[in-house]
Structure formats: structure tokens, C-alpha cells
DNA sequence: ATGTCAGTCAACGACTGA
């Protein structure tokens, strides 16, 4: 089994602790992380290689961050796409290899957008145009693919806890959701949608007004499989243990198992 | 009810972003 996660965990720092007790329960081959918030020459490199994880990330201090952790080594690792020049680290990609063979690994820290109709709205919608067109030629060049990470976006009614409250607002509007069917169009599919799911399944719960414990969340945190590799999934979920625990992120891992015999 | 966090700067509180 090929287990494969992403987790936004608001800060490598305050969270290494998380992701190393998290690691050592859940043992996922390869973890995307977003929002480390961490300079490269802070990123905590030599824990994770004691607890059996190598890394790559690209990260800047205060905002953003990105990583990948694997048990095997990344290569031909991608952290700028061409119409970006952004100084924002949001964008990592990594060629890992498998039983099936290389798997194309795109870890993605989809841009907030703040509220609809403001600037940073606008930044987000160029930016998932931008990226989309980067994911089509990603995809062209890599049969197995798996895009993951915190796309602010939650896909439909059904990731959502209470719609109409949510209705075009951020993270739920058309405009972001039609975005968000551009790169499903690319054959990547939403890896949780294959399988029978309970209701309410989220990934990230507001801080605030103990939105947790009422269950007052999104499902912002995907993990997408190209057409090769979607047929491979066994299994889709969210593991919300990390999120009941001191001091946690907001968000949880979002995490998917294919079968690589 | 934007009422929580995290990080930074700069100085222990204001700010930004989420």
C-alpha cells in the first residue's frame, strides 16, 4: 500500500511535534505540508530524518511554506511554474519513486483569496489559472500523478457545514469552484468523492467560536489523482485525530491509500 | 461575536494573515 497525505499544519515550527507523533502512528510514504512559515535554513530537516522522512520544501519566513516529507528520495523537485513570479512559496513538486514506478507529486498551498471581489481574490483567480495551465503540462508528462494540499477551495455543497451560510462567499463562491473543476477537468480526480463517505467530513474548523467541537467545518484539503493513479485508490478519509489534540492546527491530514501490487 | 492562533517587529502590544 502507497500511502499518501497532506496537511496544512500552520506553522513546522509550533507543529514538528504533531507531524512527528502524527508520522509515527499514521507511517503515510509521503506527507505534503503546507503553510511551514519556516526560512529554508530553519526547516527541521534532521528531526524528520531521525523519524525516517527526507524532505524537500520551499519555504519563506512569516507566510506560506511548503514541504514534502517521503521515505525515499525526490527528484526533479519544481517549486516555480512558468507566469508566476511570485515570491509567495506555495508550489512544490517531486518525482518519487514507487513499486508502480515514478509518481509525480504536486503539493499545492492554494492562495486564501481573503473575500470575494477583493484584491487577493483576484490574486487567487490568476493564480489558479496559472497553475492550471503549469498542472496540464504536468500532467502530459506524467501518466501517475497525485495533486495535493490546502486548496482553499471546498468543491461542492457537501464539504461544507452549513451552505447557505457559505453561499459565494470565500472559499465556497462559483468563480472559485469552477477554478477548481478546470484542474479536475485535467483527469485529476477528487480522490474522497470515489468512495461512500458519512456526511459532514472536514478537514479545516475555524479557531474560533469553538467551531471544532460544533462541527463547523470545510473540506478544503484534496487529494487529487491522475486517471492512472485513481484507479489504484483504495481508500480516502480525513484523520481528524490530530485536531483534537493541544495545541493543534486548524486543519487536519487529508489522507489516500493506493494499492501499488 | 472577526471572541483564535501564529509570526514579526520591536519591545511585551500592535500589526497581518488565515
Redesign the pocket.
Known amino acids: 500500500m502507497l500511502k499518501i497525505a497532506s496537511w496544512n499544519v500552520?506553522?513546522l515550527?509550533?507543529?514538528l511535534p504533531h507531524v512527528l507523533a502524527w508520522t509515527d502512528v499514521a507511517s503515510p510514504h509521503i506527507l505534503a505540508l503546507q503553510?511551514t512559515?519556516l526560512?529554508d535554513d530553519r526547516f527541521p530537516a534532521d528531526a524528520l530524518q531521525e523519524a525516517g522522512y527526507q524532505s524537500v520544501f520551499s519555504g519563506q519566513?512569516?507566510?506560506?511554506g511548503v514541504a514534502i516529507l517521503s521515505r525515499q528520495t525526490a527528484g526533479d523537485v519544481v517549486t516555480d511554474v512558468p507566469g508566476l513570479d511570485d515570491p509567495q512559496r506555495r508550489i512544490l513538486a517531486a518525482t518519487l519513486p514507487t513499486d508502480i514506478g515514478d509518481v509525480r507529486i504536486v503539493n499545492l498551498y492554494v492562495?486564501?483569496?481573503?473575500e470575494v471581489g477583493s484584491e487577493?481574490f483576484e490574486y487567487k483567480m490568476h493564480w489558479l489559472q496559472q497553475v492550471t495551465a503549469w498542472l496540464a503540462e504536468e500532467a502530459s508528462r506524467h501518466d501517475r500523478m497525485v495533486v495535493l494540499g490546502d486548496f482553499?477551495i471546498a468543491p461542492d455543497d457537501r464539504d461544507v457545514h452549513d451552505p447557505e451560510a457559505w453561499r459565494e462567499k470565500i472559499l465556497c463562491s462559483t468563480e472559485e469552484r469552477s477554478a477548481l473543476g478546470r484542474i479536475f477537468d485535467l483527469g485529476l480526480r477528487d480522490t474522497f468523492r470515489q468512495f461512500e463517505q458519512e456526511e459532514k467530513v472536514f478537514s479545516w474548523w475555524?479557531?474560533?467560536?469553538n467551531a471544532f467541537r460544533r462541527k463547523m467545518g470545510l473540506r478544503i484539503d484534496l487529494v487529487l489523482a491522475s486517471r492512472a493513479m485513481a484507479k489504484r485508490c483504495v481508500a480516502s478519509y480525513v484523520d481528524i485525530e490530530p485536531r483534537r489534540q493541544d495545541?493543534p492546527s486548524?486543519h487536519a491530514p487529508a489522507v489516500a491509500e493506493f494499492d501499488v501490487s
Not at 519566513?61 to 506560506?64: E, I, L, Q, R, S
Open positions: 500552520n506553522s515550527n509550533v507543529r503553510e512559515k526560512p519566513p512569516t507566510y506560506n492562495v486564501n483569496g481573503s487577493k482553499n475555524d479557531y474560533r467560536m495545541r486548524d
